[in-house]
């Protein structure tokens, strides 16, 4: 069984700071990509930062130079820094992680989502 297990919500103030853990575990061979997606009740929910297996990244564009999206592959770790937060950040962010794993039927690769955390900026 596998599971993503995220942290590091909260409330801030505008122009405040987060950090994002999600740690992957369970029977896993392989982590291809990891990444942060977000969502509000009024918008569908979308891709803010991603990392694959070789270390490239991808932003959305309202979050470049003030997200970073790092990882630690000893600990199945992928990390959200976030920076200069603005109101419109608000939201429900979700870890997702595409991940070779091994289940009793044999290797195979699935997409993984964890359980959410929820974002506020507001003064």
């Known amino acids: 069984q596998v599971q993503l297990v995220e942290s590091g919500g909260g409330l801030v103030q505008p122009g405040g700071s987060l950090r994002l853990s999600c740690a992957a575990s369970?029977?896993?061979?392989?982590?291809?990509?990891m990444g942060w997606y977000r969502q509000t009740p009024s918008q569908q929910r979308e891709l803010v930062a991603d990392i694959s297996s070789d270390g490239s990244t991808n932003y959305k564009d309202s979050v470049r130079g003030r997200f970073t999206i790092s990882r630690d592959s000893a600990k199945n770790t992928v990390y959200l820094q976030m920076n200069r937060l603005e109101p419109e950040d608000t939201a429900v962010y979700y870890c997702?992680?595409?991940?070779?794993?091994?289940?009793?039927?044999?290797?195979?690769?699935?997409?993984?989502w964890g359980q959410g955390t929820q974002v506020t900026v507001s003064s």
């Open positions: 997702k992680a595409h991940l070779g794993i091994m289940s009793a039927l044999g290797p195979r690769n699935d997409f993984y």
């Open positions: 369970g029977t896993i061979s392989s982590i291809y990509r």
